[in-house]
């Protein structure tokens, strides 16, 4: 099948239609979450703590008195936010190392390469571990923690395909006419090896989201009082038992917004990477 006809029979999609509707929908609450809560979400009354979903508290309240619902809300805002950055700075570093050692080849590649491999060879999550233990906790650091973790898989992938492209015709007969190295990278290079980079940063920004829920759960991410979906199960693990709403909601939230981004992703790879390139 060619790719205009997946991408007619992509618009067709009903689940494509869905997640992008969905992902659509995280943003515009991440901007407006001043305006779509109903209360503040670091500002709790203990009088009105652990109360179960009501017309007053829609999702009900945690063990602080806060308002689960708005804290759901504002936990949109942190957690696209700090994922969108961390993809972005994986996305750079891996682009600029993958195209430079595709198309540099020889040393350069070599030398990229095994870096790469001996990063590659621990599990991102174990880097991160290391790096935060390193650095100290914290958001910013564990962002940097991730980016230095993650963008390892990116650089991998931006390498393989490059090395097709650039034995592309166009991009040899670039090469016949003296034009500069920079010059070809930018001009034809990224532009084919942008779609494989779409692929790659949908598919990676849901696995960000559920790593860095997973580290803000083990109390090296955000900081209380901010809302933070990883964060809020956290807090409601001593009152599961009792409250289960309090993991409940948070966790379906996670479990939307990433289900959303991974069959984004996947619907991507089957028109623009019919090899299934694996992260």
């Known amino acids: 099948m060619s790719r205009v006809k997946k991408v007619k029979k992509l618009s067709k999609d009903k689940g494509l239609t869905a997640s992008l509707i969905i992902i659509a929908g995280l943003f515009l609450i991440a901007i407006f979450a001043p305006w779509l809560a109903p209360h503040d979400p670091n500002v709790g009354i203990l009088s009105n703590r652990l109360l179960p979903p009501s017309s007053e ?28 950055i961390i993809t972005a700075g994986c996305f750079m570093i891996g682009t600029i190392v993958g195209v430079t050692a595709g198309y540099a080849g020889g040393w350069v590649d070599s030398l990229l390469m095994r870096i790469v491999d001996l990063l590659f060879a621990f599990p991102s999550r174990i880097l991160a571990l290391v790096v935060v233990g390193i ?10 923690a991730m980016i230095l973790s993650w963008w390892v898989s990116f650089a991998r992938v931006i390498r393989g395909v490059t090395l097709t492209v650039k034995e592309n015709e166009y991009v040899l007969a670039a090469k016949l006419y003296g034009q500069p190295k920079w010059k070809i990278i930018r001009k034809h290079i990224l532009p084919n090896v942008m779609p494989q980079l779409l692929v790659i940063v949908a598919l990676n920004i849901s696995w960000i989201m559920v790593a860095l829920a997973g580290f803000s ?11 933070e979906w990883g964060m809020m199960i956290s807090e409601a693990r001593p009152y599961m038992r009792d409250n289960g709403y309090l993991l409940l909601f948070p966790g379906l939230a996670i479990m939307i917004v990433v289900s959303a981004f991974t069959i984004l992703g996947e619907k991507l790879r089957d028109v623009y990477d019919p090899s299934h390139l694996k992260v």
């Open 135 to 144: 650095i100290g906790p914290g958001l910013v650091n564990l962002g940097i």
């Open 57 to 84: 508290h829609w999702l009900g309240t945690d063990h602080m008195g806060r308002d689960l619902f708005s804290r759901i809300i504002y936990g949109t805002r942190t957690t696209m936010v700090v994922a969108l």
């Open 217 to 227: 759960l083990l109390g090296l991410g955000v900081e209380a009082p901010q809302a």
